[in-house]
């Protein structure tokens, strides 16, 4: 149940420690835009995973190395080898009937979908900080994340469609829930045009985009956005994480369900997690005017 | 089953009625910023029911007495008394063990929550009509409202994690069906970070902010949002009942739904809600120019 | 299974093909500002199934005929003869007891929501072009839709609740999934008040409005909107058509139900659906710099 | 809305009235056991619909034409020829490739699932008397039925995995909800084993079987059941007819659903549905001992 | 929220408390074979909510007085009164247009469920001991009960359907859920047919029936299943109340839920419930061969 | 994604293959009646998970070692164990708060559930040989498996309750789905009583019950119950893989969900999986008798 070593970087995954309870997790592949290939997905699970028990985490940031991209999503190259799982799919690839095609296409695709949706089921908040390009894989990315950022000039899209195949590992069952306008969900989904940060915060699909448009390269932008989701996670660390995990996993549970739902399990949650010294050490502190100090979840 | 008698105010909720078919509900507790305790969430089922079958009542206005805060939400200093729910909860408070304790909670906050869910079950529209502060339990409350106006001054604030806890009262289950960013929900969420009217509006989360940010002070801005609440009420009043607690019903019925068991609904709702004389009258006063005159209801 | 016959244009419903692939349907009855009675919704769903599984048809754009109305909605006059669905539904208007009025009308009312849903359920995109009035019905249409575009002076208007009654054909419970703020679902819905193509783009009911509101006229204004509705098209029936109803169908079977029952139908989806050609064509004119071809379907 | 012509038999299912209100349908391919061939498939919807709103029909009777069997299945010689589905599904018939059939297959199967459906729709109890074989597809139509009785040397067989395919008309999503072992349910469905009307009656599968077992031939036998469902039809329409169809509406909306939910449709339709004279002609002739007479619906 | 005074009877709900921890609630109105008047219904929550939360009470046996009826149902002869829900019904009754009654028989229903529904609702077991009659509203009051035993001659009918109405109290909504045989349930219902003990065992809907047939009166075998119930009932009151209020609980909360749901409700209830002295006691106990003893909840 | 290596034997879940393409997989502690320890549960993922992609395995039995008890369940000595999770939970255990106790229970418990519903998510059929003891966490095992068949001497218990705790890793939330009599539910989850192999197979719990009653010892009705199992699997393994696969897959989708969701899923699934040489292969052997040959899927 534990998991006591340190959570180590994998080749592409890069894990740092900026702020005590903060872990900020880099998509690394930079001579490829972090284009992402099959062993990156697979290093998604494993490691939030971990960082969803590791008491020292509170908050968990994501970005992509280097300053030009976030991800630029599938790496197509890849994609086309022999062995990938479009190889697999292509109809006169073989003599496998394709009903047999369906249930290896059918494991594939759950077994991606599970690492992507690793990111969801972390129980601590997860931020995207969007910074360059986010696109195809990108998009499913950060719809699994808690709350995301955006550098001025982000550009994203659900890029798909344009490779001949719907989107299959999250985007098209999570952006919907992400923001308002289904008339937008769709014109960006089925057209696949690209959109730049300022569409992406006022349809909703980003909360804040950070300063620095006029003269900042995109390093300066990529550090403003990364900074301003720091200062968002030194924030949240410093509140209960009973109270955190609490309002993460209760958002989550609400999310997919009616009202009536979700104030039942609310509380019954909350029958438990009240129990906790938090609530007046939190309450302490406020009337003291001192910093809280929780222990560690 | 009838409520014959008119709705008397309590203590803390003043009721009156500014204009035929339409009765305003103000939080009152003014020299504490119409913070709440126990008494006040209490008297909210009885009101709350009445005004919903009162065929005298079309319409219901909900804000502040004062105007300096529609609520500040809980009364933190009775939170901290020795016989509030905050006490029980105290993992150092008694020998009772924490399985005991929670079934103790599950029985409180199912009650608070059924007196918050009285204002949402209320057959006839709510217009929570937003001025000054609207903190922790005061979007509890509005998010449970039909409609939100707000004054250009009124600040918000999802404050429950600064004491400790995840909101469980109502704002977790039903803010995210309120308003469409997802990022921003969680982002307000999770850092208990105070928001205006104006990000409110943008983010959908009321419908209107009212004029004066001027010179105006607290009191002529509370006034214009109470006035701008008034003369949205004045228009729905004028309709037919019938079709506005149709309308209300039906709406609340398919948010939690999904569109093949919203249109079943309304169908069979309908089947029996076309039979009204108000279609005629309605559609007779239409041609007439007149206008038309609907029984109670 | 098959429907040889190109799709003829029924007398209130134009037909057109002004672009390979597309399919221009317009609301056509211009003295009527395109008011909608019996025969124009019963003409929807054979229209709509025909262009559902013809191949030739990838996307649709539907509009009203004329500049000054998408529709302005049921046709009131007509709706108030003797033989009516309302004259049926008037409390004095025969012996028959209010429950079997209750199964006819029930009857009825399931069978005009049918031919709304025709829309829904056609296979292929379909874009609302809106112009002009588009009131009452037109609400319940253009929510049946994937997307909707306006012109500049287009106006919207949930007008049921005028006639007194609450509406059941498609917008109470289509508009909730279509926007993301509750208090605008429900001021707009309860008090039928017209709003412009602004608000609508604002509150995302909208995705786009077209230029030209200084000088243009009417006329101008629908051109407009039309070839803004055309070259979006234009570039969706260039995509693979495997992609492209796949998205939707897994876009609209996601809209009403959580992200894992999402997930799961995008999986057996997909394990079917990447069994295509499209994808390594798709691919290889991206390398190739050409524009891809794709087979019927 | 109406349907004016008294409905009239196709040529593979025979319709007669043996008695007021009451219609019998045979499937009737005598000289094959009744199987199925897709014209019989493509005849039950106008059929379902018209007796569905017919208000001389109060109840129907469904069995086989002959004593041999209620329906053998699928015709599988049929099913084999060039031009069937199953054609279509080989991989090895064309080059279209597989994303592409699998389109025309799903349209296909929906089809054939929604002619099934028309039984289940119908807003009228419709009685399966199962005599002889009932295979395959037998069980997909008499799990679309509400009740269900048997003669006593009836057969019963979930046969489609035995031509290599999951049953996907009906059996696989209405089975489980007929009866209660779950452990039975999938024995019968992967063994394709052959049960008997007692297995079935344990079960819960039928409600009844019939006597005769020990001299009677089979023509007794089917004799015998098709006048248990007389019997119980004739107890049946001589019931209010709103109370029938509701009672029927009612059930089937609570089957799929969970009990608040079944409570507040049941409500909301009984608001119509309690306006009938039919209550109090009920009580009263059952005060005065005499038989009710209802009004048509 | 606690209730300190000792639950006392009404008029026609007995209460007595015939073994520690167990309360035995007797519906009483012997001259009318306990047939059920307003008072009666409303009755119910109030006991049933005390009942809920009294930490002397660990399960409850409801029962009828005397022998003759568990309950015969509705009094009919006050349903025809003037006053009753009936007479407002009544399409000949008054001027009130149809959609207006509707309304207001809306929340009589709605009412009424409430009453019922308040069994299903208490938080300790509630088993029904059921004898002589028990037909129409005594359907409804059995299924929101936990278990259901029945003397040999116990008689039930689903009676509704008789009086001219689709039974809306809940029979409907949860007979479904409490047997397996689909076919059965419409059987029954459509055709009010009385069925006795052996029946409703064999069909799942009473899980035991009391020995007795043979020689004893109607009262000895009313003993004999209300001393039944009494002896699962001291079994049950032996056991943790922590365990058996959440296996309650859980149950029912799975009953109307997928697996998954389910599943992590009951992660989250335990998470808390684990933290009981109990499991040491009733460990401890089990080693020492003694009985285990547990706080009250 | 494939598991290339033959699932091997963990030293408490001992795997043979008895025949081609089937798996036996025992319990095996018998020197503890197979009294379950962790590491016995946390064996099932992987093994499982090989099983249910190996293409040549097409079904599961799971039995005991041993003929004295499929498994007697939670080995209680070790639960009382310093380290084990009851420990943890013990309220007089440490001075960590009771709501960070809630969230390492949860992290707990979710863990134990995802183990025994590997058995569940399995593609290929499992069915269960129960023998001797079938206590507590044995009925979470069985109702996770898809068949139960049962030796005479069986004796099942859902014994959770008389160790302080409400069953929490499955049996709570499958059982209902698995048999039709919620009042023998509730009755056998709150009392704790063992119950026989007839009662089980009255209530559907097991499907069927071996032979051998008589002389055989516990030795002997082992082995019966095992070859009916065996029996069973055989039939199963000569079936086309790709419609047994299908089979389950959709009958348990369908178990959680609506009619209409159970329809529209199992087309989208046939649309893929009729495409296999399959059902040409098993109608050509049906024609021809002789047995069909399938691949291994």
């Not at 496998?96 to 690793?118: N, Y």
């Not at 972390?122 to 499913?140: M, S, T, Y």
């Not at 980003?206 to 006029?214: D, I, T, W």
């Amino acid at each position: 149940m534990t998991t006591p070593n340190p959570p180590t970087s994998s080749p592409h995954l890069k894990v740092s420690f900026p702020h005590e309870y903060i872990a900020h997790v880099e998509i690394s592949r930079p001579t490829k835009l972090n284009a992402f290939i099959s062993p990156m997905w697979s290093a998604l699970p494993p490691l939030f995973s971990h960082l969803s028990t590791d008491p020292s985490i509170r908050c968990i940031i994501l970005s992509g190395t280097g300053s030009r991209a976030f991800t630029s999503g599938l790496d197509v190259t890849a994609a086309s080898s022999p062995d990938s799982v479009f190889a697999l799919a292509n109809p006169d690839s073989s003599s496998v009937d394709p009903a047999r095609k369906s249930s290896l296409l059918l494991r594939h695709i759950t077994d991606i979908q599970a690492c992507i949706t690793a990111i969801a089921k972390c129980g601590k908040p997860v931020i995207a900080a969007v910074h360059g390009l986010c696109w195809g894989l990108g998009v499913d990315l950060i719809t699994a994340c808690d709350v995301r950022f955006a550098s001025p000039g982000a550009s994203f899209c659900v890029k798909e469609i344009d490779i001949g195949l719907a989107a299959d590992v999250g985007t098209l069952s999570r952006l919907p829930k992400c923001v308002g306008s289904a008339s937008w969900v769709k014109d960006v989904c089925l057209s696949a045009r690209v959109f730049g940060a300022e569409e992406a915060l006022q349809q909703g699909l980003v909360s804040r985009v950070s300063k620095g448009e006029g003269g900042g390269g995109a390093e300066d932008q990529k550090g403003a956005v990364v900074e301003m989701a720091m200062e968002w996670a030194r924030g949240v660390v410093e509140k209960s994480p009973v109270a955190v995990q609490g309002t993460k996993e209760l958002l989550d549970w609400g999310w997919d369900r009616g009202v009536e739902e979700g104030l039942r399990y609310t509380a019954v949650w909350n029958a438990g997690m009240l129990q906790t010294r938090d609530v007046r050490e939190a309450m302490t502190a406020g009337m003291e005017k001192r910093k809280a100090r929780f222990e560690k979840l």
